[in-house]
Structure formats: C-alpha cells, structure tokens
C-alpha cells in the first residue's frame, strides 16, 4: 500500500500577547492505509481523527506550540489509537511557547510533551521518512518536515505561499526566521512542494525566486 499524503481545514482561533484572532489551520495526516503520522493538532480532535482514520496514530509532530497548532494535541494523544494514544513530538526550544497553553510540570494539571524533536532527526512511517529540519524564527522551535520520497515539505507557519510566517510577537525574529529559511529550506529542489500551517500550497522554487536565495 502506497504512502500519500492527506488533508483537511480547520477552523478555530489564535492567541498570542493578548489577542486573539479567528484562523483556519491546515491538517496534514502522512501514511498508508494501516498507519500515519499526524502534524499539528489544530481545533478539533473530531476533524482530525476524520482525516487520520482507522488508522494508527505513530505520532502527533508539532511543528511549533503556538495554540492553534498544539491545543488540542493532548486530546488527542488520548483518543488515538482507540484511547490507547500516541505521542506528542515537539522540539524543546518551544517550551515557553508550549507552557503558555499547557503549563509544565511544575503546573497544578500541567504536563509537557512526550518526545523531543531534534534537527535531523527521521522519522519513519509507513516506508517513508520524514527528516526533522530546525527552522527558528517564527517560534524558537519550530520545525519542518522533509519527506524526500513524496517531494514534498511541510512547513507549519515557517514558510507560506508568499513568503515567510509572521514575526513581531513574542518569541519570534524575522532576521533568524529568513536565515532560516535560506539555509535549511532553500537547498531542497526547487519543485519541492510546500504543504503550509495555513493557506495554499507553494513550492520551494517560487518562494526562493521570490524572497530572493
């Protein structure tokens, strides 16, 4: 059975510094038809679980921990797989970002994830990897997903159809956000399809071309 990607939207809100906005999220499910991986874990376990399946759940890898991408991560960690869950992934330098909507250990009713991300890092789902790449700027650990096999990359809010995610926020910085983007996401070929947070796909050459290499 072939590996394939899928897809859904949406639809909830973003808070950050004391605003919230209304925003729709992307929901991206990488598998076959006994498993799959599930990135981000926007809104709505319901919708997500309609995306993923009867499949197993491997795992729910966060690109960041901005609220609209984690909030409803825990959730599904216990609905996965029938209640017996799957883990959550996430890069360690999203902690702050992770502790504003779950606290931490040190929280009455906080916890953290399961397993920490790292740059480089594989992971394997049904005869495919997804390769861990570091990409800080939009949040200090955020991460996209290579999957070299399927000529695609999925970029959580680190790089759009039209150019880089948002910064001015707190934990965010647009120099490192596009030095990230030119050294770690720019050296894919460029008809490397960009599967984004939020919006429409891309591809690498078309943002390079446009942000400049």
Known sequence: MSVRVDHAVTSGTFSL??????VDNNIWVVGDD?????????????????VAGERTIKAIVLTHAHD???RMAPALREAANGGSGAPILLHPDDRPLWEL????????????WDLDLADGQTIEVAGTTLRVIHTP???????CLYAEDLGCVFTGDTLFHGG???TGRSFSDRPTLEASIRASL???????VVHTGHGDDTTIGAEADALGR
């Not at 909507?101 to 953290?112: F, I, M, N």
């Not at 720019?186 to 490397?192: E, K, M, Q, S, V």
């Open 68 to 70: 609209d991408h984690c």
């Open 17 to 22: 510094d004391g605003e919230t906005f209304d």
């Open 101 to 112: 909507t779950h606290g931490g250990p040190d929280a009455e009713d906080g916890y953290l």
């Open 137 to 143: 700027g939009h949040a200090p650990g955020a991460v």
């Open 186 to 192: 720019f050296g894919l070929p460029a008809d490397t």
């Open 34 to 50: 006994e498993e799959c991986v599930v990135i981000d874990a926007p809104h709505s376990v319901e919708d997500i679980l309609a």
């Open 164 to 166: 880089p995610g948002a």
